[in-house]
């Protein structure tokens, strides 16, 4: 199956009842070969009607975040964890990410990224596989299977919580270190090399206990 083919399979998606209240799905955007992704919780008001993720508010903070280090939104690629607007804005509930998370991993498959950024708790904790706060582990590189997962603050919790701002700006510089040592290595020949992980799943485990999922 090739991405596309994956796109047009969930138009007319009803696997769960994010279904009911959706103008479209927002499956993704940008580089369908990129080397890095980014992937958020799900769509908003404005990513609902425009069939895009990341175009609100959010979305122009992320662009601004990525073209601070040199990144343009074409060259990469933006998903969500879920691709269908939650009513009002709520939280995705376990059992819609559960039932919408298979398509992100078909899709990051289909991609191929050495790097994949996940932003706020959802992304994370569905990446990563642990109920880990994002507070714990922003910032910070993890090995996963087919490819490194860097966590990140979600954009809109730093435009809700203006003290965030600063980490968030922090962390994306550290990811513009990531992303030179990926420069320097060949594609996929070895991604632990070209962003070492500085903490395995393990040490994930014994230095941060399962929590609740909270905002962001
Ligand atoms: S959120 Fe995902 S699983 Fe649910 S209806 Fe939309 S595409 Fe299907």
Same mark, same amino acid.
């Given at each position: 199956?090739?991405?596309?083919e994956l796109r !047009?399979?969930?138009i007319?998606?009803?696997?769960?009842?994010?279904?009911? $209240?959706r103008?479209?799905?927002?499956f993704?955007?940008g580089n369908?070969?990129?080397? =890095?992704? &980014?992937?958020?919780?799900g769509? $908003?008001y404005y990513?609902d009607?425009?069939?895009?993720? #990341?175009?609100g508010?959010?979305g122009?903070l @992320?662009t601004?975040? @990525?073209?601070s280090v040199?990144?343009s939104r074409?060259? =990469?690629y =933006?998903?969500n964890?879920?691709?269908c +607007?939650?009513p009002?804005?709520?939280d995705p509930q376990?059992?819609?990410?559960e039932?919408?998370?298979? #398509?992100l991993?078909q899709?990051i498959?289909? =991609?191929?990224?050495q790097?994949v950024?996940?932003l $706020?708790? &959802?992304a994370?904790?569905t990446?990563? $596989?642990?109920?880990?706060g !994002?507070?714990?582990v +922003?910032?910070r590189?993890f090995?996963?299977?087919? &490819?490194t997962l #860097?966590?990140?603050?979600h954009?809109?919790?730093?435009?809700?919580?203006?003290?965030?701002?600063?980490?968030?700006?922090?962390? #994306?510089?550290?990811?513009?270190?990531? @992303?030179?040592k990926?420069?320097?290595?060949?594609a996929?020949?070895?991604?632990?090399?070209?962003?070492k992980p500085?903490?395995s799943?393990?040490?994930?485990?014994a230095?941060t206990?399962?929590?609740?999922?909270?905002? &962001?």
């Amino acid at each position: 199956m090739t991405l596309d083919e994956l796109r !047009i399979s969930l138009i007319d998606c009803q696997k769960c009842r994010l279904a009911s $209240g959706r103008t479209q799905v927002v499956f993704g955007v940008g580089n369908p070969n990129a080397d =890095i992704m &980014f992937v958020g919780e799900g769509p $908003g008001y404005y990513e609902d009607k425009q069939g895009e993720p #990341f175009v609100g508010a959010a979305g122009k903070l @992320l662009t601004e975040l @990525l073209e601070s280090v040199g990144l343009s939104r074409q060259e =990469i690629y =933006i998903a969500n964890v879920v691709k269908c +607007r939650p009513p009002n804005n709520r939280d995705p509930q376990p059992d819609e990410i559960e039932t919408c998370q298979p #398509f992100l991993l078909q899709q990051i498959k289909l =991609i191929n990224p050495q790097l994949v950024c996940s932003l $706020g708790n &959802f992304a994370t904790q569905t990446l990563l $596989g642990q109920k880990v706060g !994002i507070t714990k582990v +922003r910032g910070r590189t993890f090995q996963r299977p087919d &490819f490194t997962l #860097f966590p990140l603050l979600h954009p809109a919790a730093a435009l809700h919580q203006g003290n965030l701002r600063t980490p968030l700006k922090e962390d #994306f510089q550290k990811l513009k270190h990531v @992303l030179d040592k990926m420069k320097n290595t060949p594609a996929h020949s070895n991604a632990s090399d070209a962003a070492k992980p500085t903490t395995s799943d393990s040490q994930v485990e014994a230095d941060t206990p399962p929590q609740q999922m909270d905002l &962001f």
